[in-house]
């Protein structure tokens, strides 16, 4: 047994234990009451799913075990002579609980190179697709063809033990995560690349790689994909991604069935497509204004402009958030330091200055402030990376690290096929008038 897949095994086991321990005590307590908006309203605020691996804190972002973003790009292990952390380093946070070492992180890294060969025939499938498919659509039929590699769905055939099942789940999870890269780059070299693809590189480490075989291969584009594949790799439980990844791997599915359930969920409008929507925003206005360097006064009437025809300003807001996303600071800090000059990056930070003024003035925004959508196509702009529609890929990429270990977890405790009760609205119209009981099950 690998030395992480062992670690893994002997912490999970001590947690099991403990949440048994708990539940026997603690059971029947009630964590709060659900309100028939809720019930309505796509479930939100409602607790009921527990995910090891993130939380969403108001007034901090999200936290990694516990870890701050800024804490994380200080703490984990960096490439050689780099300053953004290793991928890694926060799977292997979210996996095990404890921030890893450099030899944790190497370690992990070469995992992730022997196991990152992905079988001709997925690339034949690929080839068999339109050329105008577009890239989610191709990243999902990518990974439901090398489902055929699922060791854990093999062994179910065959009839494992249900103590067994986590082993077979971690095995799918650390092959799925090696693979997907080279799989996503394919997809970019074919699609946007004339088909001239890239071969992988065996000494550069899982983002470095990525970067590479899509064909950017500065050091500063591999930085920019260590950051960026680390602060968007996992958002609690409740968003569609990760929800859907878990809801599907409830029923036992293997990783790559439910990876790829989840990744059709990000692909919705309202989950995924953020970022190109920021910038397409921002290359419209300037486009309007006739200027790449609009004046702050100039951003102020266009942003009025737009949220007097009923449209929002895509990347502001957060349901959960109060404050700047760190996640929106760590790439603006990386773009002063690597780009300060950058005129679209100028503009990005000049609407900071102007747009939480405006939605405070509203009165009816509780979060004025940018989320790490507002900041992040704009830096893939800088590097040339203007293929809008795969920037939801590289999301998807990153997001496996937090959605797959949360998948390890899920087996490890032996969490139940996720069955919620449902409603109908007469049943709600009867209850209303006292007529019936809707409460229980």
Same mark, same amino acid.
């Given at each position: 047994?690998?030395?992480?897949?062992?670690?893994?095994?002997?912490?999970?086991?001590?947690?099991?234990? #403990?949440?048994?321990?708990?539940?026997?005590?603690?059971?029947?307590?009630?964590?709060?009451?659900?309100?028939?908006?809720?019930?309505?309203?796509?479930?939100?605020?409602?607790?009921?799913?527990?995910?090891?691996?993130? %939380?969403?804190?108001?007034?901090?972002?999200? =936290?990694?075990?516990?870890?701050?973003?800024?804490?994380?790009?200080?703490?984990?292990?960096?490439?050689?002579?780099?300053?953004?952390?290793?991928?890694?380093?926060?799977?292997?946070?979210?996996?095990?609980?404890? %921030?890893?070492?450099?030899?944790?992180?190497?370690?992990?890294?070469?995992?992730?190179?022997?196991?990152?060969?992905?079988?001709?025939?997925?690339?034949?499938?690929?080839?068999?697709?339109?050329?105008?498919?577009?890239?989610?659509?191709?990243?999902?039929?990518?990974?439901?063809? %090398?489902?055929?590699?699922?060791?854990?769905?093999?062994?179910?055939?065959? /009839?494992?033990?249900?103590?067994?099942?986590?082993?077979?789940?971690?095995?799918?999870?650390?092959?799925?995560? #090696?693979?997907?890269?080279?799989?996503?780059?394919?997809?970019? =070299?074919?699609?946007?690349?004339?088909?001239?693809?890239?071969?992988?590189?065996?000494?550069?480490?899982?983002?470095?790689?990525?970067? !590479?075989?899509?064909?950017?291969?500065?050091?500063?584009?591999?930085?920019?994909?260590?950051?960026?594949?680390?602060?968007? #790799?996992? *958002?609690?439980? /409740?968003?569609?991604?990760?929800?859907?990844?878990?809801?599907? /791997?409830?029923?036992?599915?293997?990783?790559?069935?439910?990876?790829?359930?989840?990744?059709?969920?990000?692909?919705?409008?309202? !989950?995924?497509?953020? +970022?190109?929507?920021?910038?397409?925003?921002?290359?419209?206005m300037q486009a309007e204004l006739k200027s790449d360097e609009p004046s702050a006064k100039q951003i102020e009437e266009y942003v009025k402009k737009t949220l007097s025809i009923g449209k929002v300003v895509p990347g502001y807001g957060h349901a959960v958030?109060?404050?700047?996303?760190?996640?929106?600071? #760590?790439?603006?800090?990386?773009?002063?330091?690597?780009?300060?000059?950058?005129?679209?990056?100028?503009?990005?930070?000049?609407?900071?200055?102007?747009?939480?003024?405006?939605?405070?003035?509203?009165?009816?925004?509780? +979060?004025?402030?940018?989320?790490?959508?507002? *900041?992040?196509?704009?830096?893939?702009?800088?590097?040339?990376?203007?293929?809008?529609?795969?920037?939801?890929?590289?999301?998807?990429?990153? =997001?496996?690290?937090?959605?797959?270990?949360?998948?390890?977890?899920?087996?490890? %405790?032996?969490?139940?096929?996720?069955?919620?009760?449902?409603?109908?609205?007469?049943?709600?119209? +009867?209850?209303?008038?006292?007529?019936?009981?809707?409460?229980?099950?």
């Open positions: 047994m690998g030395v992480i897949k062992q670690q893994f095994k002997d912490i999970s086991e001590k947690q099991n234990s #403990a949440i048994k321990d708990m539940l026997k005590e603690h059971g029947d307590k009630k964590i709060g009451d659900v309100t028939l908006s809720q019930v309505y309203q796509g479930m939100r605020g409602i607790t009921g799913l527990v995910t090891e691996t993130s %939380l969403l804190d108001a007034q901090s972002g999200i =936290r990694f075990r516990g870890f701050s973003i800024p804490e994380l790009r200080e703490k984990l292990p960096k490439a050689p002579g780099g300053a953004e952390p290793l991928p890694e380093g926060i799977f292997y946070l979210m996996l095990l609980g404890k %921030l890893p070492t450099e030899d944790d992180v190497h370690h992990l890294t070469s995992v992730f190179q022997r196991r990152s060969h992905v079988p001709s025939y997925v690339f034949n499938t690929l080839e068999s697709l339109p050329i105008n498919t577009h890239p989610m659509t191709m990243f999902v039929i990518g990974v439901m063809a %090398l489902q055929n590699e699922s060791r854990f769905a093999k062994e179910y055939q065959k /009839g494992m033990n249900k103590k067994d099942y986590w082993g077979f789940m971690y095995d799918d999870v650390i092959d799925l995560i #090696a693979r997907l890269p080279r799989i996503a780059a394919y997809i970019y =070299r074919r699609k946007y690349k004339n088909n001239e693809h890239i071969e992988p590189d065996g000494l550069l480490d899982w983002a470095g790689n990525f970067a !590479h075989m899509m064909g950017y291969d500065t050091e500063e584009f591999r930085e920019l994909m260590r950051l960026y594949l680390t602060i968007h #790799a996992d *958002h609690e439980g /409740g968003n569609v991604s990760a929800h859907t990844t878990h809801l599907v /791997g409830s029923a036992l599915s293997d990783p790559y069935l439910s990876f790829a359930a989840g990744m059709n969920g990000l692909a919705g409008p309202l !989950h995924g497509l953020a +970022n190109q929507e920021v910038i397409k925003w921002i290359l419209d958030l109060r404050v700047t996303d760190p996640r929106f600071i #760590a790439q603006m800090e990386f773009g002063k330091k690597h780009m300060p000059h950058d005129k679209l990056l100028q503009t990005v930070w000049r609407i900071y200055e102007v747009v939480p003024p405006i939605l405070q003035s509203l009165g009816k925004i509780k +979060n004025p402030w940018p989320n790490v959508d507002a *900041h992040s196509g704009s830096l893939l702009y800088h590097y040339g990376f203007k293929e809008f529609d795969f920037y939801t890929v590289l999301f998807g990429v990153s =997001r496996s690290l937090g959605v797959l270990s949360s998948l390890c977890w899920d087996r490890a %405790l032996s969490l139940p096929i996720e069955r919620p009760k449902s409603i109908t609205t007469v049943s709600v119209n +009867n209850w209303l008038q006292g007529k019936e009981d809707i409460a229980g099950d």
